[in-house]
């Protein structure tokens, strides 16, 4: 029903910037809860930010004032602009979709690389 593609990983230095891109192939793409997750080799797959239908946005502590998530409905993609990056953000980052109600699915993107040099 969805298919998630993540784009625009790759390796910067240290205080640099990277937008990440999710494309939705699916339909009803504004009624979606999109998000991004995280995982670094070795620990568990951690939750970066998410936006709801509605527009509000939430990040981990560990982004906040730093990364930023937008979605843009007429080309079905969301956002996640890093900024003022660290070491510790590398991580394999992955997109999630799901309709926030009882009994939907989680939808995943196959991942992108992002790798801050120190």
């Known amino acids: 029903q969805v298919e998630l593609v993540e784009s625009g990983g790759g390796l910067v230095q240290r205080g640099g910037s990277l937008r990440l891109s999710c494309a939705f192939y699916?339909?009803?793409?504004?009624?979606?809860?999109m998000g991004w997750y995280r995982q670094a080799p070795g620990k568990q797959r951690e939750w970066v930010a998410t936006?709801?239908?509605?527009?509000?946005?939430n990040y981990a502590d560990s982004v906040k004032g730093r990364f930023t998530i937008s979605r843009d409905i007429p080309s079905n993609t969301v956002y996640l602009q890093m900024n003022s990056l660290k070491p510790e953000d590398t991580a394999v980052y992955y997109c999630?979709?799901?309709?926030?109600?009882?009994?939907?699915?989680?939808?995943w993107g196959q991942g992108t690389q992002v790798t801050v040099s120190a």
């Open positions: 936006i709801t239908a509605g527009g509000g946005t």
């Open positions: 999630k979709a799901n309709v926030p109600a009882h009994g939907s699915a989680d939808y």
């Open positions: 699916g339909r009803l793409f504004s009624t979606y809860l």
